[in-house]
């Protein structure tokens, strides 16, 4: 008994059907492939805000105050420096001193206060500090880039009254900082974080002449 073989209209069917599932698992893989990309790029992004936000917790966490001395030793008027294009940032911007830069047993010739800074500079968002609080020379500040694509960043600060004030030019330390992060297509993030201050000038003691000693002081 003769074998038949394949028709040219059978061969021709069955190169389509291999050709359509070829074709569908392109675009299946093709499809899961862009998924775990935007995935993996939208991870990436949440754990840049997240790295951004925890070193925001430190630092405002232990805002401290220290005055601050220019290349002129002149003394800036606040304890926090902010506001637009503060730093040279396309933004807001905000510069002040922390305390707790561990220094085990002063093995650093470097005391534990740094002043630090955050800044927009080419849509990146930038953590600046200088390895000695007074910038009594030319050194520029170093710089460590922790977020990409910033569309804007503002500041706020809660005063005495827990009123938000845009500004902050007092002698005295906020009791909050709000952070509004807003990346090119993204919504705003906006993060709270509490600061070890009152909000108020401090009021100078009076003292009693020639003692030294504050009014009211029994001792």
Do not use: C
């Not at 069917?13 to 599932?21: D, E, M, R, S, W």
């Not at 922790?146 to 009123?163: A, G, P, R, V, Y």
Request: without cysteine.
């Amino acid at each position: 008994m003769k074998q038949r073989g394949f028709t040219l209209l059978e061969v021709m069917v069955a190169l389509g059907i291999l050709a359509f599932v070829v074709l569908a698992t392109h675009q299946i893989l093709d499809s899961t492939t862009k998924a775990k990309e935007a995935s993996d790029e939208k991870i990436a992004e949440l754990n840049g805000l997240q790295t951004t936000f925890r070193l925001m917790d430190q630092d405002f966490s232990q805002m401290t105050k220290r005055e601050v001395r220019n290349q002129s030793g002149d003394i800036q008027e606040s304890y926090i420096l902010a506001g637009r294009y503060t730093l040279d940032s396309q933004y807001d911007g905000i510069g002040f001193v922390r305390d707790g830069w561990i220094n085990p047993i002063n093995l650093l010739p470097r005391s534990e206060l740094q002043a630090v800074g955050y800044r927009v500079i080419d849509d990146k968002l930038e953590r600046v500090y200088r390895v000695y609080v007074d910038q009594l020379d030319n050194t520029e500040p170093r710089a460590q880039v922790i977020l990409d694509d910033i569309e804007d960043l503002k500041f706020e600060f809660l005063d005495d009254k827990n009123e938000w004030q845009e500004q902050w030019q007092i002698k005295a330390l906020p009791k909050a900082v709000a952070v509004t992060i807003q990346q090119i297509e993204e919504e705003p993030i906006k993060r709270i974080f509490l600061v070890p201050g009152d909000g108020k000038v401090a009021t100078p003691s009076t003292q009693t002449p020639g003692n030294g000693q504050n009014l009211g002081d029994d001792s």
